[in-house]
């Protein structure tokens, strides 16, 4: 956070905007680049798996996102305290869950490799950590 003086502001919708994207298209890449590097080295199932827990990885990601951020929005239209409602979040993980084990008991994935490509998202934000430490060390220079 940027401080003014004795009080801290919170960091700008475009920032947070670059920042979403950034990961997004980072997690996508990842997600790609395994699947890409699965096809000739791995049985068909765990690329299908990376691809699957890739999408859904995805997925989940863009629906968080968006489900969070219409909960700020209306909380900071009213100017009330955020109030994000549970049924959302069950839904979501619900609906991973059933198409994993739905893909699973169809014999179509691995699941070990349904649950490395759902982990995207740790890879992207390696991704953007070590995008931080490069500019804040090599250029000397803050991100925002």
Same mark, same amino acid.
């Given at each position: 956070?940027?401080?003014?003086?004795?009080?801290?502001?919170?960091?700008?919708?475009?920032?947070?905007?670059?920042?979403?994207?950034? !990961?997004?298209?980072?997690? $996508?890449? =990842?997600?790609?680049?395994?699947?890409?590097?699965?096809?000739? /080295? *791995? @049985?068909?199932?765990?690329?299908?798996?990376?691809?699957?827990?890739?999408?859904?990885?995805?997925?989940?990601?863009?629906?968080?996102?968006?489900? !969070?951020?219409?909960?700020? $929005?209306? =909380?900071?239209?009213?100017?009330?305290?955020?109030?994000?409602? /549970? *049924? @959302?979040?069950?839904?979501?993980?619900?609906?991973?869950?059933?198409?994993?084990?739905?893909?699973?008991?169809?014999?179509?994935?691995?699941?070990?490799?349904?649950?490395?490509?759902?982990?995207?998202?740790?890879?992207?934000?390696?991704?953007?950590?070590?995008?931080?430490?490069?500019?804040?060390?090599?250029?000397?220079?803050?991100?925002?």
């Amino acid at each position: 956070m940027k401080k003014s003086g004795n009080k801290e502001l919170a960091p700008s919708a475009p920032v947070q905007n670059e920042i979403d994207g950034r !990961i997004f298209r980072s997690m $996508a890449a =990842a997600v790609t680049l395994a699947v890409i590097i699965s096809v000739p /080295l *791995a @049985p068909w199932r765990v690329t299908t798996g990376l691809l699957i827990g890739g999408i859904l990885s995805l997925l989940n990601h863009y629906w968080m996102l968006s489900s !969070i951020s219409a909960g700020f $929005a209306l =909380a900071l239209g009213q100017g009330t305290k955020p109030q994000i409602k /549970l *049924a @959302p979040y069950v839904l979501r993980y619900f609906v991973v869950g059933t198409i994993v084990f739905v893909a699973y008991k169809l014999n179509i994935i691995s699941l070990i490799a349904t649950v490395a490509g759902l982990c995207s998202f740790v890879v992207a934000l390696f991704v953007e950590a070590f995008r931080e430490f490069y500019f804040a060390i090599i250029h000397r220079e803050e991100i925002n």
